[in-house]
């Protein structure tokens, strides 16, 4: 929008913003820096709690998958490179390495890192790799895992590293199914996610960091 003179987008938000009797919003650092505070009300993303919820709160039926390990850590969303799925498959070959092959993982959804991922899951016994699954049953995917992990690689997306606002919706999710979560401590994410009570958070920068945390 920057390299335009006229800015369109920027003025389109500040037009719809400006009209707007009342604006909700995840973060207030987005809209227009004059809207006047009385009218933005800061409320969190979050998970539909009528379907995502602790297996001994509702029966979500049988997954779609078999567990591939006495503990299970689910991956479940978009395969970008920012989303960091792979860092998830090199953890449990990291582990498996270490004689923990107890745990393992399951990684759901499609995106243009799948077939990386794929191929780094190769000769994994314990790790299971979906593709796409209905949103309607991933109840059942999140009530059949251990721990939910949320490896995102923020400086993979340059976007993120600038500042520009983003939802884990799946931390959520993993939270409302009653699942610690295992994520970086980056950017927004310990917020969420305070480290020794919702989960375990890690530095990304620091070798098997991940595999340490799981």
Known sequence: DHMLL???MRRWREHICARADL????SAAILPRDTPARRIVRLEWGADTDRFSPPDIAAPGAPPFERPATTVAVFAGAFRSWHGAINLVRAIRTLGDRGRSDIGAVLIGDGPELAAVQDAAAGLANVVVTGAVPHADMPACLAAAD????PFEIG???PLSLGFYWSPLKIFEYMAAGLPVVAPA????????ADGREGALYDP??????????
Request: no cysteine.
């Open 6 to 8: 006229v800015e369109p």
């Open 23 to 26: 604006i909700i919003t995840p």
């Open 147 to 150: 721990i939910g992990v949320a």
């Open 186 to 193: 980056v950017d927004r994410i310990p917020s969420l996610v």
């Open 156 to 158: 993979a997306h340059r």
């Open 205 to 214: 920068t620091q070798p098997d960091a991940l595999a340490g945390a799981l």
